[in-house]
């Protein structure tokens, strides 16, 4: 179990599928939906992303209004199979990535393994020079789950199966 005590089954998903469709609120108060990749950190108890500092409007609204979501809603790729669908709300904090913690190693390992071409092209020496301003000045969100609903078998139109963080958030 992790620190969220989730059932296996949503920390594999969490764990497993290569991007989540994050949603912040944006300045008029409207939901705006992204794919991200993400990395669960299962022993810390939170899901981070993170956003290059060319393209900061996630974490410019998660500042804003720290309350998000997450949906991982599809495994393709992922290797498991009848995952269920399962929707993250949480609180997040936003920061500058200045050094490289166990969470944001863990991210960038999960972009490389899962986006092979990523991982060439950061690995060339033009490339990181270049463009080190998108690939490695980096800004995190780190979201600490308030809430986390799971639909079984992807089913969205049964019940969902509900965990509230320990704490009462």
Do not use: H
Not at 56 to 84: F, I, M, Q
């Amino acid at each position: 179990m992790t620190a969220l005590d989730l059932p296996d089954d949503v920390s594999a998903v969490m764990r497993s599928f290569f991007t989540a469709e994050i949603t912040t609120v944006n300045r008029a108060g409207q939901p705006i939906t992204w794919p991200a990749a993400t990395y669960f950190d299962e022993e810390g108890g939170i899901v981070v992303c993170a956003v290059s500092i060319a393209f900061p409007v996630k974490a410019y609204n998660a500042r804003r209004n720290p309350k998000v979501s997450l949906l991982y809603s599809d495994s393709t790729g992922s290797g498991l199979e009848g995952a269920p669908t399962v929707l993250v709300q949480g609180t997040a904090e936003v920061a500058e990535v200045l050094e490289y913690t166990p969470d944001i190693i863990g991210l960038f390992a999960n972009v490389a393994r899962n986006q092979p071409d990523s991982a060439k092209f950061s690995s060339s020496r033009i490339a990181r020079r270049l463009f080190s301003w998108y690939l490695f000045q980096r800004i995190a969100i780190r979201v600490r789950p308030d809430r986390v609903l799971a639909w079984p078998g992807d089913d969205v139109a049964a019940e969902p199966r509900i965990w509230k963080a320990a704490d009462g958030r």
